[in-house]
């Protein structure tokens, strides 16, 4: 059984000490660290944050021979366990990593934990030693005695991450599972009750939609959730996701109504939970045993993710926590964010899911003109086969059940998929579904949404989206260009991105959507920008239809009685 001892060498310096101890090593044994994190799909090498290797067997040093940037040989006699320590640089404060400063402590496996070749099958053991005083800890992974731990196996002992320190923590039973909710950096308003209390909600409202009144996979469930001055995310794990927000995303004691800071909270609060099943369990047949030292690929990332993104504000909805209207206004983000983006037309959701490895969390300046979004796209397609199912007298909860009983919670292919939709939906839906996951053209999303009763309006843009500009803050005039839309006008006006905007029309601007007071509808106008450290002059032709952000509206008194019926059968009453 590999055993594994963790203990804090330097919080100043962000060190924590790993030594792995190996009672029945190979003659030649491979160690290796996972250049990934399962949920988060880029090569993150965390190999570079290894230092100070070193390995005995007795009182014999035991030489580590290098075999590639990720995994080391040590050539044993086999008559003694294998002590392997090293030192790993922790300062990844997002959840995909490792984390470690005087104040809290926090760490993936995939970042810490050698993997020892020829034992993944075997029981992994964890003791946590040294922590400060008045450091606490939390984690899924089962505890054996105090501060030990053990998983049945390496794919599980890397999928429990770990937070120490001081924090908040609160419990909650729903549907048969306990569920402690861990907040580390909250403000002293932070409301606990009110998070324990609409996270119960969730939760129940989940583990009744996929078992009924029958047993969810796990016993206890945890929430790790960090706050800062500013941050957002989540991965999920199969018994514990960890999560990270702002501090102003939090309830407040003796706040009322939810701000939409919260209920963003609460959203990702039920997407990392619906994951539990959704990628966890039900799976592509490649995450069945992912190649932890290169990419994993799948073409299915719009149905885990995007799919998963469609349930998270619908249980907000259902809930009660959110009411029709907003719930139509959290449905136009992605709607709005997949409409922006001149890459839909360029890449499939298929594609893009299997490219994720290296252009969805490898964004920059051109991606919104060469890729979609698996997260959005995939949330509308959702949406879409919903809608379609209702129109039958079925729904999508339908699908998902049976593609979760069908495969007993286990691997899934995209024919699955297609099979279930069919069956409840007809052959119809099968050939929508491939036009649109493979295909490029504009999703039917207005005829669709207008047959349930619900309508959309198009309100006027600001001037830079008008014209196909993405804009952030510039170090001189305070407006620079941060993307340039793909056919836009201001890509035919030659903008590029850096570009610093200093005046319209010889007019200074502090904010470009100032010039509106003096432009005139459909007007072309120049635009003075410094680009290089030289001043050039742009020349900008107004589009005569302007690109408009979309809003959602209910359309009660324009709603035939098919509409409403379907309407309600898909929202509520």
Partial sequence: MPDYRVEIEDAQAHLFRVTLTLPRPAAEQVLSLPVWVPGSYLVREFSRHLSALSARQGQRDVALVQRDKTSWVAACDGRAALVVSYLVYAFDSSVRGAFLDAERGFFNGSSLFLHAEGHEAESHRLTLAGLPAGWQLATAMPQRSARRFEAADYGEFIDHPFALGRFWRGRFEAGGVEHEFVVGGAWPSFDGERLLADARRLCAAQIRFWHGRGKPPFKRYVFLLQVADDGYGGLEHRASTALTASRRDLPRAGGAEAGDAYVGLLGLISHEYFHAW???????????????????????????????????????????LVDRARYLRLLAKPLNAVLGAPGRRVQSVAEAS????????????????????????????????????????????????????????????????????????????????????????????????????VSWREEPAPLAAQLGLKLSEGPVSGVQVRQVLRGSAAEQAGFAVGDELLAVDGWRIRRLEEARQWLAAGQAFDVLAVRDQRLRTLRVAPPAAAAAPTRLLLADEQADAPALALRRAWLGS
Wanted: proline fraction near 2%.
């Fill in 354 to 453: 299997f490219d994720a490895w290296i252009k969805h969390y490898r964004g920059d300046e051109n991606t919104v003109n060469a890729t979609v979004s698996y997260y959005n796209k995939g949330a509308l397609v959702a949406l879409l086969c919903d809608l379609a199912l209702h129109a039958n007298g079925r729904s999508l909860d339908d699908v998902m059940r049976r593609l979760w009983q069908r495969s007993a919670g286990g691997a899934i292919g995209e024919t699955d998929i297609a099979d279930a939709l069919a069956e409840a939906g007809g052959a119809a839906l099968r050939r929508d579904l491939r036009d649109w996951v493979h295909g490029t053209a504009e999703l039917p999303l207005a005829a669709r949404l207008a047959r349930a009763g």
């Fill in 278 to 320: 959704n990628v966890k369990r039900l799976m592509p047949h490649e995450f069945v045993a992912p190649k932890l030292a290169r990419e994993t690929y799948s073409s299915l990332l719009w149905f885990f993710e995007g799919f998963t993104s469609y349930y998270d504000d619908l249980f907000l909805l259902r809930t009660g």
